[in-house]
């Protein structure tokens, strides 16, 4: 059958935005063969066209084996560039391929590169190659911006209609946009999935923030990937939330490093909108061309890569997650996070990432309408699972969103519970440090976790396989602080980690980590210090710097409270240009009370600042005693000794207090309750993640 060569060239090349290229159909054939046959034209143009997309094809991981050679996907895009070196999508291709720093020699040009140079080399070639606009911007660091000469696009090509909806061929009614995607994938004849609007989920090279270049970066937070796909970098969320909050992050952009390119188009550093600062016309043949020197910041790059591509779902996807919670406008649309995740699901309904990134955006109970389809967020990801059943960010997220007894069923109708999920994301990206962080808080003390690999951990060596992945992270520290018990050592790295040892590696890391701080805290005796970051600290100074940091923490304000001079006031200093804040105790732990009314430890600790005859009134304008306060948390911890202590102390000789549950007492029956109760408490050897109050007594 004689095939038409044009054509195929032409169904290739509109498949540049498409990932992964494995479920398109081209011109009523696999990709592959339609790239192989076209590979093999005399005509170097469409032969360069024909090896791009063999790079394409096989991606980061795989090979194309060509006359007894495996060839990898740089040096099919080399094989390309040696036919055509004035090819775009080459370049453009080449510059996902490499690190940021990375300097790359093309011989067709006899010159280097380096991955961001390599895009604008595309851009020089091809102003409308949406593909370098996309992940030029994922080169940028945060409040950078790029001068660029850009060709001006006609006012109909800036409109954007709100209405717009996929159209699948095949038997897809009833089903979800994914699976009416894979059955229009499937159907026969020669429009194929690219003019069904289809694209294949993302695929990764695999870094790490969601998938990092295979670590590419946690971040924010412990263990953030960033995807870097196949054709263009995709930004997506955090595995799941740090171990400390477990609810998944909200979706990040995180971009590439990348030195400053050495061409006309030069990077400066310093966040700025978009603004025109020359307009130049140029002719070529009968054609007019305006182009207008802008300089641009991701945001602004996301944007002329839709402008040039409405259809590109990675771009949408990308500037989704660069919003957080702002907005954008395009053409007469002004669209949010959602919608643009949105927008990416309708341009193709097999974006993994897309799915993923909507589902950060749904409060529990809250749905959404896609294409048609109401989704929640753990129907979004489990369509995220249908569309990349390898996608370890997924099955993170989706366990976040299970209570721990809970399970849930994923689209094959198998029964996954959090532990489950969180096994199941191992399995897919085993070099994920914060991976093992999640395995390590889904265990009790004692308990052991069989790996695929055979090795049966518990919680403190899932840490350590944790660290050992990511040496720089503060979570798998503070967790193994927490594990520990006082008297309990760990080897790990060349030193003996106790459990105040392993509080200050996690602040090593991270000098912001407020549990870190507050633990620390309690692990010392009150006039104790510690050397933190080459500083010497008080406990006072842990407790100040804890406040400072989360002034909305119960734990923070009741733990400075009963370290500060009860007569006096504690000057604050939450930013450095602005004026100290003054508090005194007897306000923050009336703030405690406010912030976590069924913790019991405010309470008694602001009746022991009142004094014996003290009265107070709180936030919610009642009028206690100090009597009534210590009443208070006992009726909230019943096995709370410090407080039958305390109000013991309130009680004359042969006076009587009734309990809350009926018991009526006299001071030497609460001294009695409060020696029962003392041994019990261990507060000692805490052992958990939640900081724990300290307690005072009169």
């Given at each position: 059958m004689a095939v038409d060569v044009g054509k195929l060239r032409g169904e290739l090349l509109r498949s540049y935005t498409f990932t992964p290229v494995s479920d398109l159909n081209i011109c009523g054939m696999p990709f592959q063969q339609a790239a192989e046959i076209l590979a093999l034209n005399a005509d170097p143009a469409c032969a360069a066209v024909g090896w791009w997309a063999l790079g394409r094809f096989v991606g980061a991981s795989g090979k194309f084996r060509h006359k007894g050679q495996l060839l990898t996907n740089i040096q099919l895009y080399f094989k390309a560039l040696e036919l055509d070196n004035q090819f775009s999508l080459a370049y453009s291709s080449l510059g996902s391929c490499v690190e940021p720093r990375q300097v790359l020699f093309i011989s067709p040009v006899s010159r280097t590169f380096t991955q961001r140079q390599l895009f604008l080399t595309a851009l020089d070639l091809d102003p409308n190659n949406a593909v370098a606009y996309n992940n030029l911007a994922l080169s940028l660091q945060p409040g950078e911006t790029l001068e660029l000469t850009i060709p001006n696009i006609a006012p109909d090509q800036h409109a954007f209609s709100s209405e717009t909806q996929v159209s699948c061929a095949g038997d897809g009614a009833g089903a979800s946009p994914a699976t009416a995607a894979a059955a229009a994938s499937a159907s026969a004849g020669a429009r194929g999935s690219v003019g069904a609007g289809v694209s294949g989920g993302d695929e990764s090279h695999e870094p790490g923030s969601a998938s990092k270049k295979k670590k590419k970066k946690n971040k924010k937070k412990n263990g953030p990937a960033k995807e870097e796909l196949e054709e263009d970098d995709l930004v997506e969320p955090t595995a799941g939330a740090s171990p400390i909050t477990p609810a998944p992050a909200t979706p990040t952009a995180q971009p590439n490093g990348g030195a400053a390119a050495t061409s006309s188009n030069s990077a400066t550093t310093g966040r700025t909108t978009s603004s025109t600062t020359s307009t130049a016309t140029s002719t070529k043949g009968n054609t007019t061309t305006t182009s207008t020197t802008r300089r641009l910041d991701a945001e602004g790059l996301f944007i002329e890569a839709i402008l040039r591509n409405r259809e590109y779902s990675n771009a949408y996807c990308?500037?989704?997650?660069?919003l957080r919670g702002?907005?954008?406008?395009?053409?007469?649309?002004?669209?949010?996070?959602?919608?643009?995740?949105?927008?990416?699901?309708?341009?193709?309904?097999?974006?993994?990432?897309?799915?993923?990134?909507?589902?950060?955006?749904?409060?529990?109970?809250?749905?959404?309408?896609?294409?048609?389809?109401?989704?929640?967020?753990?129907?979004?990801?489990?369509?995220?699972?249908?569309?990349?059943?390898?996608?370890?960010d997924a099955f993170s997220n989706l366990a976040y969103k299970l209570e721990p007894d809970e399970v849930c069923a994923l689209a094959d109708g198998v029964d996954f519970s959090r532990l489950d999920l969180f096994l199941a994301a191992q399995r897919c990206n085993p070099a994920s440090a914060n991976i093992y962080v999640c395995l390590a808080e889904q265990l009790n003390a004692g308990e052991r976790l069989l790996l695929d690999d055979g090795r049966k951990l518990d919680r403190c060596e899932l840490l350590a396989e944790a660290i050992a992945r990511n040496p720089d992270a503060s979570d798998p520290y503070f967790l193994l602080g927490c594990f520990l018990?006082?008297?309990e050592t760990m080897p790990l790295r060349g030193q003996t980690l106790t459990k105040t040892t392993a509080f200050v590696e996690a602040l090593r890391h991270d000098p912001h980590h407020v549990?870190?701080?507050?633990?620390?805290?309690?692990?010392?005796?009150?006039?104790?210090?510690?050397?933190?970051?080459?500083?010497?600290?008080?406990?006072?100074?842990?407790?100040?710097?804890?406040?400072?940091?989360?002034?909305?923490?119960?734990?923070?304000?009741?733990?400075?409270?009963?370290?500060?001079?009860?007569?006096?006031?504690?000057?604050?200093?939450?930013?450095?240009?602005?004026?100290?804040v003054f508090v005194d105790a007897i306000s923050l732990l009336s703030r405690a009370i406010d912030l976590a009314p069924a913790s019991a430890e405010p309470y008694n600790n602001l009746?022991?600042?009142?004094?014996?005859?003290?009265?107070?009134?709180?936030?919610?304008?009642?009028?206690?005693?100090?009597?009534?306060?210590?009443?208070?948390?006992?009726?909230?911890?019943?096995?709370?000794?410090?407080a039958y202590l305390n109000l013991a102390h309130c009680l004359t000789e042969k006076e009587h207090v009734t309990l809350h549950d009926g018991r009526a007492m006299d001071s030497s029956a609460l001294r009695a309750e409060a020696d029962k109760h003392r041994h019990t408490a261990a507060a000692w050897d805490y052992v958990g993640i939640d900081p724990p109050y300290d307690s005072r007594r009169l």
């Open positions: 990308n500037l989704g997650a660069r702002g907005t954008v406008t395009l053409g007469r649309d002004t669209l949010d996070e959602r919608e643009l995740y949105i927008r990416a699901i309708l341009a193709n309904p097999r974006n993994a990432i897309a799915y993923n990134n909507l589902a950060q955006c749904l409060q529990p109970g809250e749905t959404v309408l896609v294409a048609g389809f109401e989704y929640t967020d753990r129907s979004l990801l489990i369509e995220a699972l249908r569309c990349n059943p390898s996608y370890a018990h006082f008297n549990l870190a701080l507050l633990h620390l805290a309690w692990c010392l005796p009150d006039h104790a210090s510690v050397t933190v970051n080459h500083v010497c600290k008080t406990v006072l100074d842990l407790c100040v710097t804890a406040y400072s940091l989360s002034p909305d923490s119960p734990q923070a304000c009741n733990n400075l409270a009963v370290r500060i001079d009860p007569q006096a006031e504690c000057a604050i200093e939450t930013d450095p240009e602005a004026d100290p009746g022991v600042y009142l004094g014996p005859n003290g009265m107070v009134t709180l936030g919610d304008r009642s009028t206690r005693s100090s009597q009534q306060l210590f009443l208070q948390a006992i009726e909230l911890n019943p096995r709370y000794s410090d």
